[in-house]
């Protein structure tokens, strides 16, 4: 802190402690000011602009220095003055006296706070950019909430100070009216119609000026369009994957007209080219594995030969069993107008729907969810797009196993595709650009993941950036970078692994100004709403996470939003996020990382159990891996948990449910655990917690009385 902060610290505190030091809290009170009312009313009709003046500055510095008695104050405006001129006087001392705190700890606190908490204020701040004055004047409009606290708190981020003025001037006028006017009436021990009115006003006004305010806003954005004097339909749906689905379903669950329109596949990349095909390859290729090592251990085992087209056909076999579960058949059994064809917003609530024959159709609705999904990037590599790229949407096409595979891409898809080839049989080079696998996870599940790849004769290159791809008489090189020296590796066949992009155009988001942003997902609010209040996105396409689990999480707000948002509107809740990667060992986790945990600042314990004492897992032969546990120190409340091993992704629903449902690890303790299964290593990692934190004077007490006992006493 430099000098001129430390003056202004130490003069506000100087003035705060004058104020309590010689009594002036206790002439900032409703008794005291009823006992000098008479004397200063008269010093007031002698003198009024002095007496106007002496108050108004007397506001500001109270307000100014957070000092407590700005209420009583204004009660007293209206007594003295009366309804006009109090209000005139309390609104602007007030606003002033405001502006003033929130320039002091501005001055002295918002670089410290930035830079110290800079990453977890980002979210904030961003909000601040974007729409501060909306939240400012929000907070304006509930007198509950403390004005001081405002003035502090609305001082660390980055809204301009005219912005703050002008709003603060606009949002705190309804409750100045309010309580000036109960001033008037001070003295009187009865309720008047014009009080009850006044005490009204503050508790109507919040939902009476929100509502102005999205007025004003929905008049600005649907400026230009013409809306429907009646619609065709409630609700109408772009995309049929997993976010899609859900919003039709609810939406016809609650009897609400919804169509629901998919130009390729129902049921989206999940069931057809994502999770369905890519776990039931996972099982083959895991059936394979297990059955080459019970034959390498010297036990009988089944045939292994085996042909890869065959393990393809029941991939998809697989989907087709599935595929009813996401059918028009059962859709529209459940309400749902399922309609084949490409649909395009031509306005805020007109979708037009091209049909695979060439016909169009034009439904008006009231409202929109956009699920329309995203679709695997290939980065613009020199000479890739002369190797017959394959990516996690045309690799199920694949008839013929390739007997050198390059997989580019470390993360969650190309871990699992990487492994399950490599199981079948592939040569497979996995080229990562960052130091290690799964870079969201801890360092040491890279490792286990890394260990078991190269065991299983996958050659992992990690901190390898690809620079070009060769061609030459048909024999394909990518050459890489590393440590400063090339690399060349020559392969057969090419998956690119590297992440999807949002699909963000050819249904209109252009047309109607709705902004994509900077991780290329649509725009949306904590309601999921896009520019346009009736137009929500869900799913892949509005991020942040890319799983159908939450897909599915954020559909649910984007259908009730759409459907009741007049009524209420609900805030997507991201909180407890869990996410799995289907490798073997399987890597689960929900909440923080001790990596993330680390470079946030925030104070955790870690506590760690090793699958590898499981007598479970040692049966089955999987005793790898573990289950790791950040709960906040001195406490039992989870802040994350990390399992790898056999099943991790179903063993992490017992710390989904615990952050979800506020119970920690000692429940955790004291729940019964089948023996034997694997699920006790959630019981035993909550053992680990426990004797860390086990009570060492009580201990210590019961060593002695158990000593004292022996002793025959």
């Not at 990037?377 to 002369?386: A, C, D, L, Y």
Request: some cysteine; charged content about 20%.
């Amino acid at each position: 802190m430099n000098k001129s902060r430390l003056a202004l610290v130490l003069a506000i505190a100087a003035l705060a402690a004058a104020f309590f030091a010689f009594g002036g809290h206790r002439y900032l009170s409703v008794e005291q000011f009823r006992a000098q009312q008479a004397a200063i009313q008269a010093y007031y009709q002698a003198h009024p602009w002095e007496a106007g003046a002496a108050f108004f500055a007397l506001y500001v510095a109270v307000t100014g220095l957070s000092l407590p008695g700005a209420a009583v104050m204004t009660l007293a405006a209206g007594a003295i003055f009366g309804l006009l001129w109090g209000v005139l006087i309390v609104s602007f001392a007030s606003t002033i006296g405001a502006t003033l705190a929130f320039l002091a700890s501005r001055f002295v606190l918002r670089d410290w706070v930035q830079a110290r908490y800079g990453d977890r204020l980002r979210p904030v701040n961003e909000g601040i950019a974007r729409e501060g004055a909306f939240y400012l004047f929000a907070l304006r409009l509930v007198p509950a909430f403390p004005y001081v606290a405002v003035n502090l708190l609305m001082g660390l981020t980055p809204i301009r100070v005219w912005t703050y003025f002008w709003v603060s001037q606009v949002g705190m006028f309804a409750a100045t009216v309010a309580f000036v006017y109960a001033g008037t009436r001070l003295g009187e021990f009865r309720f008047s119609v014009g009080l009850l009115a006044a005490f009204a006003l503050i508790g109507f006004f919040p939902l009476i000026a929100k509502r102005m305010l999205q007025a004003a806003r929905a008049r600005r954005v649907y400026a230009g369009w013409t809306r429907p004097a009646a619609f065709d339909r409630n609700l109408i749906v772009i995309g049929a994957g997993s976010a899609g689905l859900v919003s039709a379903y609810i939406a016809a669950a609650v009897k609400a007209k919804v169509t629901l329109v998919e130009k390729h596949l129902m049921g989206g990349d999940c069931l057809n080219t994502g999770c369905v095909p890519s776990k039931a390859l996972i099982r083959s290729a895991k059936f394979v594995a297990q059955a080459r090592k019970a034959g390498e251990l010297g036990i009988r085992a089944a045939n292994v030969d085996f042909d890869f087209a065959d393990i393809m056909e029941r991939v998809q076999r697989v989907v087709k069993a599935i595929e009813p579960h996401d059918s028009v058949a059962r859709y529209t059994g459940l309400g749902v107008e399922c309609i084949h064809g490409e649909a395009k917003m031509i306005s805020p609530w007109a979708v037009e729907i091209s049909a695979p024959d060439g016909n169009k159709q034009t439904l008006t609705t009231r409202s929109i969810v956009i699920a329309a999904g995203a679709r695997p990037f290939v980065p613009p590599i020199p000479g890739i797009e002369k190797m017959d790229c394959l990516t996690s949407d045309t690799v199920w096409g694949l008839r013929k196993l390739p007997p050198r595979l390059v997989v580019l891409g470390g993360g969650p898809i190309g871990a699992e595709l990487a492994q399950a080839f490599a199981r079948l049989g592939s040569r497979v080079s996995q080229v990562e650009m960052l130091p290690r696998l799964l870079p969201r996870e801890d360092p040491e599940v890279s490792e286990m993941l890394r260990r078991k790849f190269v065991e299983e004769g996958v050659r992992v290159l990690v901190g390898h950036k690809a620079k070009e791809f060769l061609l030459d008489n048909g024999s394909k090189t990518l050459l890489c970078e590393h440590q400063g020296r090339e690399v060349r590796i020559e392969f057969d066949a090419l998956l690119c692994a590297v992440g999807r992009v949002a699909n963000t155009s050819g249904y209109g988001l252009e047309e109607l100004g709705i902004p994509v942003g900077p991780a290329r997902t649509v725009e949306t609010n904590e309601f999921l709403q896009t520019r346009y209040p009736n137009i929500y996105a869900c799913g892949d396409v509005a991020g942040p996470y890319q799983f159908t689990h939450i897909a599915a999480h954020q559909a649910w707000y984007a259908s009730v939003n759409a459907l009741f948002g007049a009524l209420r509107k609900f805030r997507a809740d991201y909180s407890v996020i869990p996410w799995a990667t289907f490798t073997d060992p399987e890597v689960a986790r929900v909440g923080l990382s001790e990596t993330e945990a680390k470079e946030r600042n925030i104070p955790c314990e870690v506590s760690t159990y090793g699958i590898d004492e499981l007598d479970r897992a040692i049966a089955d032969g999987a005793a790898h891996g573990m289950v790791k546990v950040l709960t906040v120190p001195g406490k039992d409340r989870i802040l994350g948990a990390t399992i790898v091993g056999e099943h991790a992704g179903d063993l992490l629903a017992e710390y989904v449910a615990a952050m979800r449902h506020g119970f920690g690890m000692n429940k955790i303790l004291g729940t019964i655990h089948i023996y034997p299964t694997l699920a006790e290593a959630n019981k035993y990692a909550a053992g680990v917690w426990k004797k860390a934190h086990a009570p060492r004077g009580v201990l210590r007490l019961a060593e002695k009385y158990h000593a004292w006992m022996r002793a025959g006493r």
